[in-house]
């Protein structure tokens, strides 16, 4: 039986995978390393201190620590959010279908809290959700499940009675890693991609989730 919900940000809550995109090739070119969109994809999922340690890794550069170019990205995408950051569609509907059956609903993202909190203020999401966790705060970020783990815990609740929402191959594979039930809401490039069938539903948008559904994982055939 599902007793939480467990919601990724990026890409799930916020339409945002295109500003972290649009933050990191901007960022990213001040060390001479030029991203193009399918580049920054290999790291979609994964917390910006492994997105930038894959790129020096890639392309070392010199005379720019590591850490100062992190704090410039969460910097660049926290001003994209409040200029052109825009909720997911229906994700109210769905947030109060948790509501309504009384499940607790929670934020685990590879986000820092700043950035999550930045989201939840933005858009008055706050009472919406009874714990955030960030995997800033773990040793290691997704696909380990260190943070769905936490996630469970904080809510008092076993991963096993938890439902995460994830978009991406990493964020998916740390929440069923957590073994917890997931549905992946993916882009059409990802829906047919047999990498996923791990999951446990796949949806294209929220516009998709329903009460039906949910009740559906809950009772597998």
């Known amino acids: 039986m599902i007793k939480a919900a467990i919601f990724d940000l990026d890409g799930v809550l916020i339409d945002s995978e295109p500003l972290w995109k649009e933050a990191e090739k901007k960022i990213f070119k001040t060390v001479g390393i030029s991203l193009t969109t399918d580049m920054c994809r290999q790291t979609t999922g994964l917390d910006c201190i492994d997105t930038v340690k894959h790129w020096y890794n890639y392309k070392p550069w010199k005379g720019?620590?590591?850490?100062?170019?992190?704090?410039?990205?969460?910097?660049?995408?926290?001003?994209?959010?409040?200029?052109?950051?825009?909720?997911?569609?229906d994700v109210d509907r769905v947030l109060n279908i948790f509501m309504e059956k009384r499940i607790d609903a929670a934020v685990a993202s590879s986000s820092p809290l700043e950035i999550?909190?930045?989201?939840?203020?933005?858009?008055?999401?706050?009472?919406?959700f009874s714990?955030?966790?960030?995997?800033?705060l773990e040793k290691s970020g997704k696909p380990n499940p260190a943070v769905y783990i936490s996630t469970a815990k904080l809510l008092g609740t076993e991963p096993e009675t938890c439902l995460?929402?994830?978009?991406?191959?990493?964020?998916?594979?740390?929440?069923?890693?957590?073994?917890?039930?997931?549905?992946a809401i993916l882009e059409k490039e990802d829906y047919n991609n047999?990498?996923?069938d791990f999951v446990d539903?796949?949806?294209?948008?929220?516009?998709?989730?329903?009460?039906e559904l949910l009740n559906n994982i809950n009772n597998p055939i």
Do not use: C, P, W
């Open 64 to 89: 720019k620590k590591q850490e100062k170019l992190i704090a410039e990205i969460y910097s660049e995408v926290i001003n994209l959010i409040r200029l052109k950051g825009k909720l997911r569609k």
């Open 131 to 136: 714990v955030i966790h960030s995997s800033e």
């Open 194 to 196: 047999t990498k996923f």
């Open 116 to 128: 999550i909190k930045t989201v939840l203020h933005t858009f008055k999401l706050d009472k919406n």
């Open 201 to 211: 539903l796949k949806i294209k948008s929220f516009e998709e989730f329903n009460e």
């Open 164 to 183: 995460a929402f994830e978009d991406s191959f990493y964020g998916a594979l740390s929440a069923k890693s957590a073994r917890m039930k997931v549905v």
